[in-house]
């Protein structure tokens, strides 16, 4: 139970931090509105960091975050599949939580914001260039460097990083991916993290929204879960497990 209340807490707090970035960036007169892609990108790897922290102190000693994560560590053997199951859920249930702790931080700006398709972007990703296939490759190829990094960062060739540390490498490997990989989709990498505050939008009375695009929800659900496991068979192949 402990680790299910930590992935839950620290998914609530990736989320608040990172759709909160997202809103501070697009909701009219926001005094961060229209700061900018690197903005973006540096608020989510804090919101990593500091959702892993939040979970590792209160009980989940992995501090996923991401189902897809979770399920590459379920293929080395870390969880059985009841456990991904249930750390998956608790995940989707703290993202819930975060998106809708951030349209209350929000409140007066969703009706000051007459853009639908804007306020769906603080909440869940999109695609730049609608193409579902190729959309999916970028956020299965975006999950799969996320998760072989993370790997490769935490492995023993590289020694025993110090206690703590690793919450800060995770947050910079964010970074870098935003930088780099994020321009295509918004870079969800995480069902969790698009599929909660997916479901937070369709069901908050958020003033003057729009659909929730649910014909383009299974990319970032598929993608990062592919991109996941494609990194534990190439990792498993490297020789690493």
């Known amino acids: 139970m402990d680790n299910l209340f930590g992935e839950f807490m620290g998914t609530m707090v990736l989320i608040v931090f990172g759709c909160g970035v997202c809103a501070n960036m697009t909701l009219t007169n926001s005094k961060g509105q229209g700061a900018g892609w690197v903005c973006i990108a540096l608020g989510w790897g804090f919101a990593v960091t500091l959702g892993v922290f939040t979970a590792t102190t209160l009980g989940a000693p992995q501090g996923d975050l991401n189902p897809a ?11 059985t599949p009841a456990q991904f199951l249930a750390t998956s859920g608790a995940q989707l249930v703290g993202a819930i939580v975060g998106a809708a702790i951030v349209w209350l931080a929000y409140l007066p700006h969703w009706e000051k914001t007459e853009d639908p398709a804007a306020k769906l972007g603080v909440f869940a990703t999109g695609p730049a260039i609608r193409s579902p296939i190729a959309n999916f490759l970028c956020e ?19 020694g025993q990083l110090v206690p703590g540390y690793g919450p800060y490498m995770v947050g910079i490997l964010i970074i870098a991916l935003g930088l780099s990989l994020g ?27 729009g659909g929730s695009d649910w014909g383009y929800a299974w990319v970032p659900i598929a993608g990062p879960l592919c991109g996941g ?10 020789g690493l497990f």
């Open 140 to 158: 299965m190829i975006a999950t799969f460097f996320l998760m072989f990094v993370i790997w490769m960062i935490f492995g023993e060739a590289v």
């Open 183 to 209: 321009g295509p989709t918004g870079y969800a990498m995480n069902p969790a993290r698009d599929l909660g505050p997916r479901i937070a939008h369709a069901i908050l009375p958020i003033a003057g929204k």
């Open 229 to 238: 496991a494609l990194a534990y068979i190439v990792a498993a192949a490297s």
């Open 69 to 79: 994560v979770t399920l590459a560590k379920t293929m080395v053997g870390i969880y």
